[in-house]
């Protein structure tokens, strides 16, 4: 969705509110899809920060299927974060070239993409890990059992190459003397 920014970048002191829905039934990280099974409507909030330049803040409530990183079972993903940051018209140049790219790349001309908004957030606040519960014990290594189910019994002691060849030398000294 595209609002327009014209009247809060150009009005000292304006505000504009609105509630926007995501468009989109997934979230997409480039190399996974991560279906969006629920969302609360959006507050967003734009203000005039100073001519051309304004504050998006907002808080989004929402839960995605993903899959747990040990064991891989299906779990929902609750995300609740705010957004907090600073978008630009067209005309305006950050002095920084970060900050400038950070400020336009949410802009479609005057109007802000609610979509690359809402995109560009989710990714900021993806947890490092998605577990399906704190201890999960994951898959064992050699036959893919989930280990949560109960021990497989398999050998998976994996012998470090470089503490076999620090054996083999005190071997051979022992031998010498
Ligand atoms: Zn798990
Ligand atoms: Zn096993």
Do not use: Q
Request: glycine share 6%.
């Amino acid at each position: 969705m595209l609002i327009n920014l014209t009247e809060v970048f150009n009005t000292s002191g304006k505000v504009l509110e609105t509630k926007i829905k995501p468009e989109s039934k997934v979230y997409s990280d480039g190399s996974s899809d991560y279906e969006i099974v629920g969302a609360e409507e959006i507050p967003l909030r734009f203000s005039f920060i100073e001519k051309g330049k304004a504050l998006v803040s907002g808080r989004v409530r929402m839960a995605l299927k993903a899959s747990c990183d040990r064991c891989l079972k299906e779990v929902i993903l609750p995300l609740d974060f705010d957004i907090d940051r600073e978008c630009a018209s067209p005309d305006f140049k950050a002095p920084d070239p970060d900050e400038d790219e950070e400020i336009h790349s949410i802009m479609e001309g005057y109007s802000i993409d609610t979509e690359r908004l809402l995109h560009d957030d989710i990714t900021i606040n993806w947890p490092v890990k998605i577990l399906c519960r704190e201890d999960c014990k994951g898959l064992c290594p050699v036959c893919g059992k989930d280990l949560n189910e109960g021990d497989c019994g398999c050998d998976t002691f994996v012998p470090d190459p470089r503490m076999a060849a620090i054996f083999d030398k005190i071997m051979d000294s022992t031998k010498e003397v």
